[in-house]
């Protein structure tokens, strides 16, 4: 059953840096840190990050966007992915990736395509959370990949990195 999280982005926007330029606006990238052009989708990535560094507590250093993956031998560039500390190594920290976000623009409904789209960005991930937004509609589903299943949660899952 889908199961919809009630997420307010709209109250991270104070926090985003914006800049006019020859006409067009722009949007700090927290990660990336340079500007990029406002586009409606960039506007909920960055929301959805900021989302993370505040509510989540998520590790600024242990964000990606714009990631490049390899699917079915095809370049594709997912838009957030966070990693978890994996210390099962003594000597070594790893990090391994957790959780993979999907952003589309608010006026672009979250749709069957979309959740396959996601999925074909996981294959090579597996990551334990799968999460797609619009700003607006919001899911996110716990990966069990021995069972083959995933089951809709009612909250982004928080992250305790040491």
Same mark, same amino acid.
């Given at each position: 059953?889908?199961?919809?999280?009630?997420?307010?982005?709209?109250?991270?926007?104070?926090?985003?840096?914006?800049?006019?330029?020859?006409?067009?606006?722009?949007?700090?990238?927290?990660?990336?840190?340079?500007?990029?052009?406002?586009?409606?989708?960039?506007?909920?990535?960055?929301?959805?990050?900021?989302?993370?560094?505040?509510?989540? %507590?998520?590790?600024?250093?242990?964000?990606?966007?714009?990631?490049?993956?390899?699917?079915?031998?095809?370049?594709?560039?997912?838009?957030?992915?966070?990693?978890?500390?994996?210390?099962?190594?003594?000597?070594?920290?790893?990090?391994?990736?957790?959780?993979?976000?999907?952003?589309?623009?608010?006026?672009?409904?979250?749709?069957?395509?979309?959740?396959?789209?996601?999925?074909?960005?996981?294959?090579?991930?597996?990551?334990?959370?799968?999460?797609?937004?619009?700003?607006?509609?919001?899911?996110?589903?716990?990966?069990?990949?021995? %069972?083959?299943?995933?089951?809709?949660?009612?909250?982004?899952?928080?992250?305790?990195?040491?």
């Amino acid at each position: 059953m889908l199961l919809m999280i009630k997420i307010d982005f709209l109250k991270y926007q104070n926090k985003l840096k914006t800049r006019r330029e020859d006409g067009k606006r722009f949007l700090f990238g927290t990660i990336r840190r340079k500007y990029l052009v406002l586009q409606p989708e960039e506007l909920v990535r960055q929301l959805v990050i900021e989302y993370f560094v505040e509510d989540r %507590k998520y590790n600024k250093n242990y964000i990606a966007v714009e990631k490049l993956l390899i699917v079915n031998e095809r370049r594709k560039r997912c838009d957030i992915l966070v990693y978890k500390k994996d210390n099962s190594l003594e000597e070594e920290v790893n990090l391994t990736p957790w959780l993979l976000v999907e952003c589309k623009a608010p006026e672009v409904p979250i749709n069957e395509a979309t959740f396959r789209q996601i999925a074909s960005y996981n294959l090579p991930l597996r990551v334990q959370y799968l999460v797609v937004t619009n700003g607006r509609q919001t899911y996110c589903c716990e990966m069990d990949y021995e %069972k083959e299943d995933f089951t809709f949660l009612g909250e982004i899952p928080t992250l305790v990195q040491s």
